[in-house]
């Protein structure tokens, strides 16, 4: 562990979407008051507490690398906030730094800003030395999201367990063991084009659109997973917004949007193995979108991203083995069938058997011809 981390430069205001900015309280002591006011207000702790603490984070009253403090701003208006400290009043001492605090407005939730900041934090972290990152929560499944690891538990001082998660730090191109300035977590979309169509990122207005296949039993007879809920298909929306912060981003959710009609008629992912050397590919559209290419043609540009642009040795996909209409896509890709996957996949309640065979196919970058 890093018990002391070199002086590091000042960061500059990270530019973000939507016309946010994440200010470090150290580089804009003018707002010293302003995020006293913040802090204790949200958080229901005293402000001279706060008021305390953040005063002596100043760089002319500390050199030490912690603790620090950030505002989110929306314009001018201060929306959300966090921390970086040596310890969350826990019981783990022997562990730091700290997320902290960590608040987003409640009429600006739902847009992934609370990724954003966790986010910075990490690049943060990276920047100031510190190769881990660590926060006590009550949360369940929140901060999973983003890559942190539950570690077990942790005490406050009344005694009080709590969750303690861990991850490395870093960021959206930021090495955990990078010491460069300013990092930031403005990552610019990926959007990928073919003929026909354009694979861009999700939205959070694309939800009807989206809902209208997800949502559909007749449309995910074939699937592993589905239909969703209206608030899973909102929860997928929100997690695809956030794909960006992964450090290292290993998931790309796409929307498949028609050129002629800018209809969106589907989705497609790939999602890299933890090795980044392997991934796996998949796709739905809507019924009617069917037995027109759309799928052989999103695929293929699947592919070309994973062998071109992330430089994959393998590429798989799997399928039920009575889904003809996919393990044909993937014998048009080049993919190969590797394996017959005896009664690997859960029949759906109106399907008259319980389990069904599965197929699994793959692809070399050797074999891969765009």
């Given amino acids: 562990m890093t018990?002391?981390?070199a002086p590091a430069p000042a960061t500059a205001p990270a530019i973000l979407p939507d016309g946010l900015r994440i200010l470090s309280l150290r580089d804009t002591p003018e707002r010293l008051d302003e995020a006293a006011e913040y802090f204790s207000t949200k958080w229901g702790i005293a402000r001279v507490t706060y008021e305390d603490s953040l005063a002596h984070s100043l760089a002319d009253a500390t050199d030490s690398?912690?603790?620090?403090?950030?505002?989110?701003?929306?314009?001018?208006?201060?929306?959300?906030?966090?921390g970086l400290i040596a310890n969350d009043f826990t019981s783990r001492s022997d562990l730091w730094p700290?997320?902290?605090?960590?608040?987003?407005?409640?009429?600006?939730?739902?847009?992934?800003?609370g990724a954003l900041l966790i986010a910075h934090a990490r690049s943060e972290a990276?920047?100031?030395?510190?190769?881990?990152?660590y926060l006590s929560t009550d949360l369940v499944d929140y901060y999973e999201k983003y890559g942190w690891r539950f570690l077990g538990t942790c005490y406050g001082p009344s005694g009080d367990p709590s969750r303690l998660y861990g991850t490395t730090s870093g960021g959206p191109g930021v090495r955990a063991s990078s010491a460069a300035p300013g990092p930031t977590v403005s990552v610019p979309p990926v959007a990928l084009e073919t003929d026909r169509l354009r694979l861009r990122p999700f939205r959070s207005d694309d939800f009807e659109a989206v809902h209208r296949y997800a949502g559909s039993l007749d449309n995910l007879r074939m699937t592993s997973w589905g239909p969703n809920t209206e608030e899973q298909t909102h929860e997928f929306l929100r997690?695809?917004?956030?794909?960006?912060?992964?450090?290292?981003?290993l998931d790309f959710d796409f929307a498949v949007e028609r050129k002629d009609t800018g209809?969106?008629?589907?989705?497609?992912?790939?999602?890299?193995?933890d090795s980044g050397t392997q991934a796996e590919i998949g796709w739905t559209l809507r019924l009617d979108q069917h037995h027109r290419g759309y799928a052989t043609e999103a695929?293929?540009?699947?592919?070309?991203?994973?062998?071109e642009t992330h430089a994959l040795h393998r590429i798989r996909a799997t399928t039920r083995a009575d889904n003809a209409g996919s393990f044909r896509v993937m014998e048009r890709?080049?993919?190969r069938r590797e394996a017959l996957l005896l009664q690997s996949r859960p029949g759906r309640p109106c399907d008259p058997l319980p389990w069904y065979d599965g197929l699994l196919y793959a692809i070399l970058d050797s074999e891969w011809h765009p």
């Fill in 299 to 307: 695929a293929r540009a699947l592919l070309r991203f994973g062998f």
């Fill in 126 to 133: 990276a920047r100031l030395g510190f190769p881990n990152i």
């Fill in 333 to 335: 890709l080049g993919m």
């Fill in 263 to 273: 209809e969106l008629i589907g989705g497609v992912g790939l999602t890299l193995d």
């Fill in 239 to 249: 997690t695809a917004q956030a794909r960006p912060l992964q450090s290292p981003r």
């Fill in 3 to 5: 018990t002391n981390a």
């Fill in 65 to 82: 690398p912690l603790p620090r403090w950030y505002l989110l701003l929306k314009g001018d208006r201060v929306i959300g906030c966090f």
């Fill in 98 to 113: 700290w997320l902290c605090a960590l608040f987003i407005d409640p009429d600006e939730r739902g847009r992934a800003y």
